[in-house]
């Protein structure tokens, strides 16, 4: 069975629609809640994967964003798009997963230092039955940024193969002020280590 369809990462759900749901995501997500690599696709990819995990692209070099908008856990309508001249952290996550958990605090800490820099932070939950846990986790981590709500992958599958893509959960990518990829990781981040991919990209002008 594939670790999209693995029970004993999740709790509870009809096994038929988290397969179904799953076997789009499982082309895409290569360890479930995993610690995750420097992979990423073709070869003619344009980005530099580093020794500490975090790959990235330079200014000239860097593929736009896509279309990542839909409704948030709290049944909001959110379009990444309209953050354009803000930077994005965009951090892909589900409730079910420890080192989701393990790195939430971090992301809330350098999400509140930075606000008033011009940086938003914005979620992609996903594989979540419903925004129950969801909005259960948020809370409970004190999270003070929007979430979309991908329960199957779908967004990150919009990402382009050769791209810096989401390919584990966590994964978390930065998207310049003009709207393209810069950076990306899929690890479960420190608070330095979030730095250390956030202000390069915020330090541009």
Known sequence: MSAACRADQRPNRP?????AAGAAVAALVLSACGSGGTSGGAGNSNFVPGKDGIS??????RDTAPDLSGKTIDGKQLDVADYKGKVVVLNVWGSWCPPCRAETPNLVKVAQATAEQGVQFVGINTRDPSTSPAK????AQGVPYPSLYDPTGKLMLRFKKGTLNPQTIPSTIIIDRDGKIAARTLQALSEDKLREMLDPVLAEK
């Not at 096994?15 to 397969?19: E, I, M, W």
């Not at 990235?56 to 070099?61: C, D, E, L, M, Q």
């Not at 259960?136 to 809370?139: G, I, Q």
């Open 15 to 19: 096994r038929a629609a988290l397969c």
């Open 56 to 61: 990235t692209v330079a200014k000239g070099s």
């Open 136 to 139: 259960a986790f948020e809370k």
